[in-house]
Nanobody, 128 residues
Framework: QVQLVESGGGLIQSGGSLRLSCAAP????????VGWFRRAPGKEREGVSC????????YYTDAVKGRFTVFRDNSKNLVWLQMDKLKPEDTAVYYC?????????????????????WGAGTQVTVSS
């Protein structure tokens, strides 16, 4: 069982920045594809970004392109989501999730059904 732990959420003013962290203690972190998802009040959970096992590829949903950056350090078992120019519509609970793909080629998916392991989420609130 993979336990993911998010941190770094909080209350921030519009235009500000936050950096979320996702920690996954254990071995073989280099085989994990990691995604960031969010659920805004009254809305369905949506995929925000994801990064392949060794960081070769990444994906961003249109709403955050140019503002969010996902990166990872496999030596530390950490993935980060740097969120800049935050907007009130970014307010949500943010979740990191992962699935394991040990193939040598990079894997990338923003489909929730692909993800086996989920963190408990961290609240991000952006005030106007």
């Amino acid at each position: 069982q993979v336990q993911l732990v998010e941190s770094g959420g909080g209350l921030i003013q519009s235009g500000g920045s936050l950096r979320l962290s996702c920690a996954a203690p254990g071995d073989s972190f280099e085989d994990y594809v990691v995604g960031w998802f969010r659920r805004a009040p009254g809305k369905e959970r949506e995929g925000v970004s994801c990064i392949s096992q060794r960081g070769e590829h990444n994906y961003y949903t249109d709403a955050v392109k140019g503002r969010f950056t996902v990166f990872r350090d496999n030596s530390k078992n950490l993935v980060w989501l740097q969120m800049d120019k935050l907007k009130p519509e970014d307010t949500a609970v943010y979740y990191c999730a992962s699935y394991i793909d040990a193939a040598p080629s990079p894997s990338l998916s923003i489909l929730e059904d692909e993800y086996e392991y989920w963190g408990a989420g961290t609240q991000v609130t952006v005030s106007s």
